[in-house]
C-alpha cells in the first residue's frame, strides 16, 4: 500500500449536529471525540469512519481492493442515508478526471470519480449533450447511476440510461466490462448497483448534438387541474417540474424546460392551466434567493444550465435539510398525489417543498424505474430527522397500494421483505452481488438492512 497517498479529507467533513446525526445512525462512533467527523452533503449523515484513500489510477484502485477486505467507494457524498457508508474505509475516485470523447460512435468515456459539473461544460464545448441531468450538477456520475438518480420528462429515462459501458473492479481486485451492446443481460443487472458490485472506475455515456434551452417557471397552478390533466401538464415540456408546499389546493410553482432551436423565440403563454408565468426567477423554496438557481423567464441558454435547477457553484436547495422521494406508476399519479395531499397537515410542518417529476421506464434491474413509467414525489424536509421518521410510514403507507418504490439515495423506512417485492429482479441482483463479492467486501449496514435482512 503506498501510503504517501493516503490523505485525510477531514476539509470536505462538515461537522454534523450531533443529536441529528445520532438519531439517524442510532450512536455515535467512538472516535468522535478525537476526529473531525467526516459527514454527508446535507451533514445530517455521520459517516463511521474519517479514513478515506484517493486513488490517482487503475493500478492505485486494484492495489487497494486486493489490500483491504471492507470498504465502500466515496463519490460527491449527496445521498442522505447510510448507502455509502462504511466502518472500515472509503475509497475516492475523485481526483481521476479522465474524458474520452468517441464524436463517431457518440459516446464519453469518464474516469468514475467526475461530477456532472466538471463534465457538462467541456462536453458542451466539444457540441455535445447528455439527455438529461438531476436538480444539481455536483453530484458524480459513478455515485449518480448506482442509485438510479433522475431528472424529468415524460420520455427521459433516469440517468443511467444514457450508460452504454462501464468498467469495474471486484472484490478480486479484476476489471470487468460491461457493455449494453455486447452483454445486454449483465450489462442491465449491474448499471444501478447501489455500489454493491464493485469500484466503477470508467462510466461511458450517450451524447447527442448539443441544444440550447429555456426554463419558463408559472405560479399557483390549481391542484384541481393537476387531477384533470395531469398527463398534458407533465408532457408540456421537455423536463417539468411541479412544486407543492401541499397548502392551498395548488402547485406552487410549474418548472416548465423546453428544447429550443437558434434563433427561435417563443413567448410563454399567458396562462398555463391556469397558472401565471412568473415575472423574475425563483427558488423552489420561495423564501431562498433565486440567484443559486440557473436562469428562468424563457433566456434560452446551454442544456447543462437548464436541465438542472441549480447552478454550479452554488448551494444547491436548501443546504440544511433532508430528502425523501417515492417513485409509482405514472398511471397512478393522480391517484398517488391525491393520497399525499391527505396527508398535508401531517406533511407540511416538516416540509420545505415537494418536487413532482417523471420518469421514462428502462431495464435496469434494480433501477426504481425499473419497468415502470414513473411518477417521482419528493420531498424535502426541514433537518428534523425526529419529526420526518414518523411521517414517512405514513407516507409509505398510503402509497403502498401503487407498489411505491423509494429512492435508493434518500431517507425511507420501508421494510426490506416489502421492498423487494417491489424489484422483480432482487434475487438475480443478490445472485451476481454473490458471484462478484463472496465475502461481503463492499457489503454495509444500509445494504444488509435493505438486501439481506
Ligand atoms: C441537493 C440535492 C439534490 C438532489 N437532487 C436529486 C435529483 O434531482 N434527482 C435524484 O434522483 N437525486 C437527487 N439527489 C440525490 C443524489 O443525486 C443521489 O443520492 C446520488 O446518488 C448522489 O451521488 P454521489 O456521488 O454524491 O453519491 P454518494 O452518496 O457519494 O454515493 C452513493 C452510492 O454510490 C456508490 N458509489 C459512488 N461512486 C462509486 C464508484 N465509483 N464505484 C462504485 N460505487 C460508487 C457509493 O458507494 C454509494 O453506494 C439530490 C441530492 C442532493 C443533496
Not at 23 to 51: C, D, V
Not at 371 to 395: E, N
Request: glycine share 6%; net charge neutral.
Amino acid at each position: 500500500m503506498d501510503h504517501s497517498r493516503r490523505r485525510f479529507v477531514g476539509q470536505c467533513a462538515a461537522v454534523a449536529s450531533t443529536s441529528a446525526v445520532s438519531a439517524m445512525i442510532g450512536r455515535i462512533p467512538a472516535e468522535a471525540a478525537q476526529a473531525a467527523p467526516l459527514t454527508n452533503w446535507a451533514g445530517n449523515y455521520r459517516y463511521s469512519t474519517t479514513r478515506v484513500t484517493a486513488a490517482t489510477s487503475l493500478a492505485d484502485v486494484q492495489a487497494f481492493v486486493r489490500q483491504h477486505a471492507r470498504f465502500k467507494v466515496l463519490g460527491t457524498r449527496h445521498c442522505f442515508n447510510g448507502i455509502a457508508d462504511s466502518s472500515d474505509q472509503f475509497l475516492s475516485l475523485r481526483e481521476m478526471q479522465d474524458v474520452a470523447l468517441d464524436r463517431q460512435a457518440r459516446t464519453v468515456t469518464i474516469a468514475a470519480g467526475m461530477s456532472y459539473g466538471q463534465l457538462c461544460p467541456s462536453l458542451d464545448r466539444d457540441g455535445f449533450a447528455l439527455h438529461n441531468l438531476a436538480s444539481l450538477p455536483h453530484i458524480s456520475v459513478a455515485g449518480a447511476c448506482a442509485t438510479g438518480t433522475h431528472g424529468s420528462g415524460v420520455h427521459n429515462g433516469n440517468l443511467s440510461t444514457a450508460v452504454s459501458a462501464f468498467e469495474l473492479v471486484t472484490a478480486g481486485g479484476d476489471v470487468l466490462s460491461f457493455s449494453r451492446k455486447k452483454d445486454l443481460r449483465a450489462f442491465q443487472a449491474a448499471v444501478v448497483n447501489l455500489g454493491a458490485l464493485g469500484v466503477v472506475t470508467t462510466v461511458t455515456l450517450d451524447v447527442q448534438p448539443t441544444y440550447a434551452m429555456r426554463q419558463d417557471v408559472y405560479l399557483d397552478l390549481p391542484m384541481a387541474q393537476v387531477r384533470e390533466h395531469f398527463e398534458d401538464i407533465a408532457a408540456a415540456g421537455y423536463s417539468v417540474s411541479l412544486f407543492t408546499d401541499w397548502q392551498k389546493g395548488r402547485i406552487n410553482e410549474v418548472w416548465v424546460k423546453r428544447r429550443v432551436e437558434k434563433g427561435e423565440t417563443l413567448a410563454a403563454s399567458k396562462d398555463f392551466f391556469g397558472a401565471r408565468p412568473a415575472t423574475a426567477n425563483v427558488h423552489p423554496i420561495v423564501e431562498l434567493s433565486a440567484e443559486n438557481c440557473t436562469e428562468q423567464m424563457g433566456v434560452a441558454g446551454p442544456w447543462y444550465e437548464r436541465l438542472p435547477h441549480f447552478r454550479m457553484g452554488f448551494t444547491p436547495s436548501s443546504g440544511t435539510e433532508l430528502q425523501s422521494e417515492y417513485f409509482v406508476a405514472r398511471s397512478n399519479a393522480v391517484d398517488a398525489i391525491g393520497a399525499v395531499e391527505k396527508l398535508r397537515d401531517h406533511v407540511s410542518p416538516h416540509l420545505m417543498i415537494t418536487e413532482l417529476r417523471t420518469i421514462a421506464a428502462d431495464d435496469l434491474w434494480m433501477s426504481p424505474h425499473y419497468q415502470r413509467p414513473s411518477l417521482a414525489i419528493h420531498f424535502t424536509w426541514k433537518q428534523d430527522w425526529p419529526a420526518v421518521r414518523k411521517v414517512l410510514p405514513m407516507i409509505e403507507r398510503e402509497l403502498a397500494p401503487f407498489e411505491v418504490r423509494p429512492h435508493w439515495g434518500k431517507l425511507f423506512t420501508i421494510p426490506s421483505a416489502q421492498l423487494l417485492q417491489r424489484y422483480p429482479m432482487a434475487a438475480a441482483f443478490k445472485a451476481l452481488v454473490a458471484e462478484h463479492d463472496p465475502q461481503g467486501k463492499f457489503r454495509n449496514a444500509f445494504l444488509t438492512t435493505n438486501l439481506y435482512s
